[in-house]
């Protein structure tokens, strides 16, 4: 929270998921920050699984954003394997500091 209190902007993104669940999930973290008195802003954007590291650093890129909070989840072995991972995607490629809770 004291990085977040610090920042000049905060924007929740939600990439991938649609409908329902996405909006669930962003209003609950958009609760959460709002409790704490902080200014945000969020948004959902789309993605194929395989396209959601990238559209995630490039969404940070287009922000100029210096960090990029995120919640880490880890599939199957052979699963990552196949398809790969965002949390692996991002570690792997990232272009500002990652914060990551799993």
């Known amino acids: 929270m004291p990085l977040l209190e610090r920042a000049k902007s905060i924007e929740v993104i939600n990439v991938g998921n649609k409908g329902r669940e996405a909006e669930e ?6 609760r959460h920050l709002a409790r704490h008195d902080l200014n945000f802003s969020i948004k959902a954007l789309t993605a194929d699984r395989t396209d959601i590291t990238n559209v995630i650093l490039s969404h940070a890129a287009d922000l ?23 949390t692996r995607g991002i570690l792997d490629t990232m272009t500002v500091p990652v914060l990551m809770s799993h």
């Open 64 to 86: 100029s954003a210096d960090l990029i909070v995120m919640g880490g989840f880890g599939h199957s072995r052979l699963r990552e394997f196949i398809l790969g991972g965002v």
């Open 25 to 30: 999930s962003l209003a609950a973290v958009g």
